[in-house]
């Protein structure tokens, strides 16, 4: 059964760091591209980052860029996300998602069940 | 940016009928080299991740029920429920992966 399970998240303050982890069974996810989303309780979701297979691919929203840094550990079958400078506005449930199709964007067909990341002084 | 938005904000159907929900983005996800749109739907009940439904506009993901169909192509796009069950009271969401990922603001479905 593929499972994703993240962990990391919790209450830090404006200008603070967090490192999500997203641990992955199930599957290999060296062959997948991974994504993080993240979602405001009541909004739609929200495309954060996605690394490739091999960790050698990364690219970022806008919103996030220059301060978040996926990256992914194929033999732990783990994928990360280091948060630094952290902002209100970053406050949101965060998700890993695999993408499917073997493209760079696609759709996510698995689906962790989220971190809770609040920025809060 | 592409942008998506969906229509309606919310959608009250009685059991058994069928529920429309419409996505359109800012600009065409059809990308020409191979044909396919590049959109997806997905179902998100409280508390729960999105769930995949629809992926390439219409392509059900194995294990939804046929009642969910997607239809669509360029910039408009439709999720059907054919007879809406119980357990389909949900948020739905389009998604675009045709560049910058983004999805819709979610239509939440209730039952009449």
């Known amino acids: 059964e593929v499972q994703l399970v993240e962990s990391g998240g919790g209450l830090v303050q404006p200008g603070g760091s967090l490192r999500l982890s997203c641990a992955a069974s199930g599957f290999t996810i060296s062959t997948y591209w991974m994504h993080w989303v993240r979602q405001v309780p009541g909004e739609g979701p929200v495309w954060v980052s996605r690394?490739?297979?091999?960790?050698?691919?990364?690219k970022y929203a806008d919103s996030v860029k220059g301060r978040f840094t996926i990256s992914r550990d194929n033999a732990k079958n783990t994928l990360y996300l280091q948060m630094n400078s952290l902002r209100a506005e970053d406050t949101a449930v965060y998700y890993c998602a695999r993408g499917q199709g073997g493209y760079s964007d696609s759709w996510y067909d698995y689906w962790g069940q989220g971190s809770r990341v609040t920025v809060s002084s | 940016d592409i942008v998506m938005t969906q229509s309606p904000d919310s959608l009250a159907v009685s059991l058994g009928e069928r529920a429309t929900i419409s996505c359109k983005s800012s600009?065409?996800?059809?990308?020409?080299?191979?044909?396919?749109?590049?959109l997806a739907w997905y179902q998100q009940k409280p508390g729960q991740p999105p769930k995949l439904l629809i992926y390439?506009?219409?392509t059900r993901e194995s294990g939804v029920p046929d009642r969910f169909s997607g239809s669509g192509s360029g910039t408009d796009f439709t999720l059907t429920i054919s007879s809406l069950q119980a357990e389909d009271v949900a948020v739905y969401y389009c998604h675009q992966y045709y560049n910058n990922p983004a999805f819709g603001q979610g239509t939440r479905l209730e039952i009449k």
């Open positions: 390439w506009a219409s």
């Open positions: 600009q065409s996800v059809l990308y020409s080299s191979n044909n396919k749109d590049y």
């Open positions: 690394i490739n297979s091999d960790g050698s691919s990364t």
